[in-house]
Structure formats: C-alpha cells, structure tokens
T-cell receptor, first 114, second 115 residues
Framework: DVKVTQSSRYLVKRTGEKVFLECVQD?????MFWYRQDPGLGLRLIYF???????EKGDIPEGYSVSREKKERFSLILESASTNQTSMYLC?????????????FGPGTRLTVL | GNSVTQMEGPVTLSEEAFLTINCTYT??????LFWYVQYPGEGLQLLLK?????DKGSNKGFEATYRKETTSFHLEKGSVQVSDSAVYFC??????????????FGQGTILTVHP
C-alpha cells in the first residue's frame, strides 16, 4: 500500500512564526503536491514538484515556499505565518508512469495561526 | 483554464435513499475525471475514475459516467448507508505533457446519512 505521511495532524502557531510542514511518501513517486483545503473552496494547489529540487507554483503560491531535497520528502514552508493561512493542508504524491494515475493523499495537517 | 463545479451541499439523506451529486466541468482537451472521498478525520482517497468519454467508473456501489456532450460526471448510488457519510470531491486531470497529473477540484459536497 502507498503511504503518505505528514509530520503533524494538528499544529498551532503564532503570527509571524516560520512554519514547516513535512510530507513523506514511501513509493518512490516522482510527483508531489501541496494543497490547502477550505470549506466551500475545495482543494487548491499551492505548489508541486516533479523531481528532486524541481518545483512549480500552483494556483495560490503567495506566502508559501517549498523544498524537495530528497525524492521521498516534500516540505511546505510558511516564511511568516498569518491568520489567513489557518487551514487544512494536504500533501499528495503520484508516479510518472501512466497518464491517468491517481494522486495518493496524506491525512492532512490542520494548522491554526493565532 | 480548467474548472469543476459541484452541486451545493450539504446533502442529508436517510439510509437506503438514492444519491446523486452533480458535477460539471470546463477543460481543454480530453481530461480524466475523478471522484475522491474524505471520511471524517482522514485524507482523500480515490473513489472512482473515468479516462475517456462514455466510460463508467464504479466502486463500492457508487457510479459515475463521463458525459462529454454535457461536460458532466455525476456521482450516483442506489442505496446509501450511514458509513457513506463523508465529503465528496469531483476532480479533473489533463494527462500528459507538462501537466504532471495536477488535479483541479470542485468545492466538495458534504453528505450526511441518517439511520
């Protein structure tokens, strides 16, 4: 079974703090994704990575950065957390082989910024 | 650009009722279509998918047919159970090229099933 793990289920941070969200997958997938999930808005893509050290902006990258130093790990960084970044963050991974392969999701991190 | 529109929720049904959740899309080319489900406290998991027009995806009693002429992918189940209570997301993917399998999601529909 594919396993995507996220470092925390719940996180509480203060405005202005630097926040790291970690995601690890164990299936040697090339592609990894970070989404945020907000009620009524569905999932919106923040950033994705198609290879080690490669990244591309998604639909809402402002206020975020990412790092992919190893194939299995994809980190989301909030350089200076703000209250409007309070949300559920979901990580996903997907292999390159096969054009229609699904994405596999982690359990999510619910981040609250006070 | 791509977009996915789902019916407004939440949806509340009694056990054994018939379920339909509408999904329509706008996309270039020939996208693949997916339904993902999120049970309480969990991440998303794939429920079913269809990769070309007129394909029918099915799983756990749920079905959806890829209708290119109406750009729709409505989710149906003949008899829902309490355990089907979850959030359901419709999504599309443009395969190939530099898409890298990016998904565009609808806003999600909360389903609650009462005994």
């Amino acid at each position: 079974d594919v396993k995507v793990t996220q470092s925390s289920r719940y996180l509480v941070k203060r405005t202005g703090e630097k926040v790291f969200l970690e995601c690890v997958q164990d299936m040697d997938h090339e592609n990894m994704f970070w989404y945020r999930q907000d009620p009524g808005l569905g999932l919106r893509l923040i950033y994705f990575s198609y290879d080690v050290k490669m990244k591309e902006k998604g639909d809402i990258p402002e206020g975020y950065s990412v790092s992919r130093e190893k194939k299995e790990r994809f980190s989301l960084i909030l350089e200076s957390a703000s209250t409007n970044q309070t949300s559920m963050y979901l990580c996903a991974s997907r292999p390159n082989e096969g054009s229609y392969n699904e994405q596999f999701f982690g359990p999510g991190t619910r981040l609250t910024v006070l | 650009g791509n977009s996915v529109t789902q019916m407004e929720g939440p949806v509340t049904l009694s056990e054994e009722a018939f379920l339909t959740i509408n999904c329509t899309y706008t996309a270039t080319g020939y996208p693949s279509l997916f339904w993902y489900v999120q049970y309480p406290g969990e991440g998303l998991q794939l429920l079913l998918k269809a990769t070309k027009a007129d394909d029918k995806g099915s799983n756990k009693g749920f079905e959806a047919t890829y209708r290119k002429e109406t750009t729709s992918f409505h989710l149906e189940k003949g008899s829902v159970q309490v355990s089907d209570s979850a959030v359901y997301f419709c999504a599309l993917m443009n395969a190939g090229g530099t898409s890298y399998g990016k998904l565009t999601f609808g806003q999600g529909t909360i389903l609650t099933v009462h005994p």
